[in-house]
């Protein structure tokens, strides 16, 4: 199980912008494929975007297409996710993890960190 810290959430009006970052201590992120996971109260996990490790390929969701943007700086072993023209059904908690990109799955049994929350809302 890879060790990446998720950070950057916080509360924001609906239609502005936040940066999530995922962090990884301990290992090189660029050869891993990184997906952003978002989970709202009583709902399930969805997996959101995604970047795969060889070429930077990207994948989303539908309804964050155009809105979310997904990109890697391997000189910050950081992987980020910018937010912008946020809505209130995107309030949910984010967790990044090691990701199938093909699907926008987790792998690994328990791959979740403790996540950062965000709340939009005015």
């Known amino acids: 199980q890879l060790q990446l810290v998720e950070s950057g959430g916080g509360l924001v009006q609906p239609g502005g912008s936040l940066r999530l970052s995922c962090a990884a201590s301990?290992?090189?992120?660029?050869?891993?494929?990184i997906g952003w996971f978002r989970q709202a109260p009583g709902k399930a996990r969805e997996g959101v975007p995604c970047?795969?490790?060889?070429?930077?390929?990207?994948n989303y969701l539908d309804s964050v297409k155009g809105r979310f943007a997904i990109s890697r700086d391997n000189t910050q072993n950081t992987v980020y996710l910018q937010m912008n023209s946020l809505k209130p059904e995107d309030t949910a908690v984010y967790y990044c993890?090691?990701?199938?990109?093909?699907?926008?799955?987790?792998?690994?049994?328990?791959?979740w960190g403790k996540g950062t929350l965000v709340t939009v809302s005015s």
């Open positions: 993890a090691e990701a199938d990109c093909a699907f926008i799955r987790p792998m690994g049994m328990d791959p």
């Open positions: 301990g290992f090189t992120l660029r050869y891993y494929s």
């Open positions: 970047i795969a490790s060889r070429g930077g390929r990207t």
